[in-house]
T-cell receptor, first 115, second 111 residues
Framework: DVKVTQSSRYLVKRTGEKVFLECVQD?????MFWYRQDPGLGLRLIYF???????EKGDIPEGYSVSREKKERFSLILESASTNQTSMYLC??????????????FGEGSRLTVL | DQQVKQNSPSLSVQEGRISILNCDYT??????FLWYKKYPAEGPTFLIS?????DKNEDGRFTVFLNKSAKHLSLHIVPSQPGDSAVYFC??????????FGEGTQLTVNP
């Protein structure tokens, strides 16, 4: 079974703090994604990566950055957290971007509260 | 531009009855559609999918129907069980590209 592990389930941070959310997958997937989930807005893509050291902006990249130094690990960084970044953050991985079904495997999520 | 839309934020049904969750899309290039289920404080899990070359796919109590001409798909759950209470997300892709998700529908199955 694919396992996607997010390092922190719950975090509380203060406005202006730098926040790191870590994600590790164990199935040698090429592609990794960061989404945020907010009520009524569904899952919105922040960033994704299709290879080590490669990254692409998703639909809402502002205020975020990412890092992928190793294939299995994809980090989401909030340089200066703001209250509007309070959300559930979901990491996901997939085997391929082209030619496959696009099916994603998700981690359990990280609930971030910014005070 | 919301290419995948779930117009019903919530749905409530009685245990044992049918649940029908709907999803509309605008991009005719989409060739694969998926449903995910999400419980609170957990990540979404894959439920069922359908290719655009089919109009129906069934897996146990779950059936997905695709109407390409109407750009509409639906998920049927029969019979509904209290454990089915969750948020259901519709998603679409083309040529295995990144998934585009709908807003989600909260299903509540009452005992």
């Amino acid at each position: 079974d694919v396992k996607v592990t997010q390092s922190s389930r719950y975090l509380v941070k203060r406005t202006g703090e730098k926040v790191f959310l870590e994600c590790v997958q164990d199935m040698d997937h090429e592609n990794m994604f960061w989404y945020r989930q907010d009520p009524g807005l569904g899952l919105r893509l922040i960033y994704f990566s299709y290879d080590v050291k490669m990254k692409e902006k998703g639909d809402i990249p502002e205020g975020y950055s990412v890092s992928r130094e190793k294939k299995e690990r994809f980090s989401l960084i909030l340089e200066s957290a703001s209250t509007n970044q309070t959300s559930m953050y979901l990491c996901a991985s997939s085997l391929s971007l082209g030619g496959g079904t696009g099916e994603l495997f998700f981690g359990e999520g990280s609930r971030l509260t910014v005070l | 531009d919301q290419q995948v839309k779930q117009n019903s934020p919530s749905l409530s049904v009685q245990e044992g009855r049918i649940s029908i969750l709907n999803c509309d899309y605008t991009n005719s290039m989409f060739d694969y559609f998926l449903w995910y289920k999400k419980y609170p404080a957990e990540g979404p899990t894959f439920l069922i999918s359908i290719s655009s070359i089919k109009d129906k796919n069934e897996d146990g109590r779950f059936t997905v129907f695709l109407n390409k001409s109407a750009k509409h798909l639906s998920l049927h759950i029969v019979p509904s069980q209290p454990g089915d209470s969750a948020v259901y997300f519709c998603a679409a892709s083309f040529s295995g590209s990144r998934l585009t998700f709908g807003e989600g529908t909260q299903l509540t199955v009452n005992p």
